[in-house]
């Protein structure tokens, strides 16, 4: 039985530089993560990563869990960050290379709107996982805007073109959507990025120098930061962590 980190110890492994300002938007994805993954793994640990890429996100989770990260990429086994102390294969999300209910916990953290057979993708993710054991996962919200867009677009790259950059085949979900591909609603449900933070969002992902960035983002700080320490699991937000029980 394997413990996550407290939020604290998993906050402090953001992996972006200046977690506080351009890191912002992945702190919040952790702080949301963390609120819906279990407290303990159950069984004896074995935690599954499908799309873990450069993240080595449920490493710092369960940093004692005996973690397999699974991705499409075959070199992305050879650029695995320090932190990440799990054994890499390369396989297909629609086809997992596991047996039935292998690991405690299973987490798509970001993956599901890069995947065409996303219903596949999902019911894989079931099937390896035990009985009383967790899919983890976090996906933008289809119907969220950036408030600030209007203002920002001529210093952000618009969010098709991030889009196409990044690989998605779809914007985000519904919560409904995301209820009918497993077949159930979710256990626990958290959501990140508000209205009050979305700007040092937009100027994390800017184009605009480092030196106006650290000015824009003093002016933005109060109200950020109050928004940040505001934003409850069923506050609206650009994306969502979910956590189904099997």
Same mark, same amino acid.
């Given at each position: 039985? &394997?413990?996550?980190?407290?939020?604290?110890?998993?906050?402090? =492994?953001?992996? $972006?530089?200046?977690?506080?300002?351009?890191?912002?938007? $992945?702190?919040?994805?952790?702080?949301? &993560?963390? #609120?819906?993954?279990?407290?303990?793994?159950?069984?004896?640990?074995?935690?599954?990563?499908? =799309?873990?890429?450069?993240?080595?996100?449920?490493?710092?989770?369960?940093?004692?869990?005996? &973690?397999?990260?699974?991705?499409?990429?075959?070199?992305? =086994?050879?650029?695995?960050?320090?932190?990440?102390?799990?054994?890499? &294969?390369?396989?297909?999300?629609?086809?997992?290379?596991?047996?039935?209910?292998?690991?405690?916990?299973?987490?798509?953290?970001?993956?599901?709107?890069?995947?065409?057979?996303?219903?596949?993708?999902?019911?894989?993710?079931?099937?390896?996982?035990?009985? =009383?054991?967790?899919?983890?996962?976090?996906?933008?919200?289809?119907?969220?805007?950036?408030?600030?867009?209007?203002?920002?677009?001529?210093?952000?790259?618009?969010?098709?073109?991030?889009?196409?950059?990044?690989?998605?085949? #779809?914007?985000? $979900?519904?919560?409904?959507?995301?209820?009918?591909?497993?077949?159930?609603?979710?256990?626990?449900?958290?959501?990140?990025?508000?209205?009050?933070?979305?700007?040092?969002?937009?100027?994390?992902?800017? #184009?605009?120098?480092?030196?106006?960035?650290?000015?824009?983002?003093?002016?933005?700080?109060?109200?950020?930061?109050?928004?940040?320490?505001?934003?409850?699991?069923?506050? #609206?937000?650009?994306?969502?962590?979910?956590?189904?029980?099997?």
């Amino acid at each position: 039985m &394997i413990k996550k980190a407290a939020l604290r110890q998993f906050l402090s =492994g953001n992996p $972006y530089p200046n977690g506080l300002t351009d890191g912002l938007f $992945y702190r919040e994805k952790m702080r949301a &993560i963390h #609120r819906v993954a279990p407290v303990e793994t159950g069984g004896t640990g074995q935690v599954l990563e499908i =799309g873990g890429g450069r993240s080595g996100l449920a490493s710092i989770l369960y940093p004692q869990a005996d &973690i397999v990260t699974l991705d499409i990429d075959p070199e992305l =086994g050879d650029h695995q960050p320090s932190w990440a102390k799990s054994t890499f &294969i390369c396989g297909d999300a629609c086809s997992l290379p596991m047996d039935d209910d292998s690991f405690d916990i299973v987490t798509m953290f970001d993956v599901l709107e890069h995947i065409e057979d996303d219903r596949r993708a999902a019911q894989e993710a079931l099937r390896v996982v035990r009985p =009383g054991g967790y899919v983890l996962i976090s996906t933008p919200e289809v119907n969220w805007h950036y408030p600030y867009f209007n203002v920002m677009k001529r210093h952000c790259p618009h969010e098709s073109e991030l889009m196409r950059e990044w690989g998605h085949v #779809r914007r985000g $979900y519904r919560d409904p959507e995301l209820a009918a591909l497993f077949d159930r609603r979710p256990e626990k449900r958290a959501t990140f990025i508000n209205a009050a933070t979305a700007f040092f969002h937009d100027i994390s992902f800017s #184009r605009i120098g480092r030196r106006r960035r650290k000015v824009l983002y003093a002016l933005a700080a109060p109200v950020t930061f109050l928004g940040y320490l505001m934003h409850r699991p069923s506050t #609206r937000g650009t994306e969502t962590a979910f956590a189904w029980r099997k």
